[in-house]
């Protein structure tokens, strides 16, 4: 599978943003679905996930009650909806996929990437 990544940009605090994650090749709906984001100079971190049909969810503590995954299978198409951005929200953010049925909070439990989009906000 395919991923491309949009939607970020520069944003104030406070500010949203909503990213999207569109996907081509095999089914979308084989996929469990993650975002994870990269800050300069630290490792990559999960961010949320999504099981293959969007009935179960899973967020980093840090991210829970501001930022919604969902996704459109019919549109091939994963999002984030940030609300409430922070300037330690700033980085690279990733989707991700997993051909497995399990909802992975880790790195290296996803075999497929995106190519990141930065989202940058500003205190």
């Known amino acids: 599978v395919q991923l491309q990544a949009s939607g970020g940009g520069l944003v104030q605090a406070g500010g949203s943003l909503r990213l999207a994650c569109a996907a081509s090749?095999?089914?979308?709906?084989?996929?469990?679905m993650g975002w994870f984001r990269q800050a300069p100079g630290k490792e990559r971190e999960f961010v949320a996930a999504i099981s293959r049909r969007g009935v179960y969810t899973s967020y980093a503590d840090s991210m829970k009650g501001r930022f919604t995954i969902s996704r459109d299978n019919a549109k091939n198409t994963v999002y984030l909806q940030m609300n409430s951005l922070k300037p330690e929200d700033t980085g690279v953010y990733y989707c991700?996929?997993?051909?497995?049925?399990?909802?992975?909070?880790?790195?290296?439990?996803?075999?497929?990437w995106g190519q990141g989009t930065l989202v940058t906000v500003s205190s």
């Open positions: 991700a996929a997993d051909d497995s049925a399990v909802v992975f909070t880790t790195t290296r439990e996803y075999d497929y």
């Open positions: 090749g095999r089914p979308f709906s084989y996929y469990v």
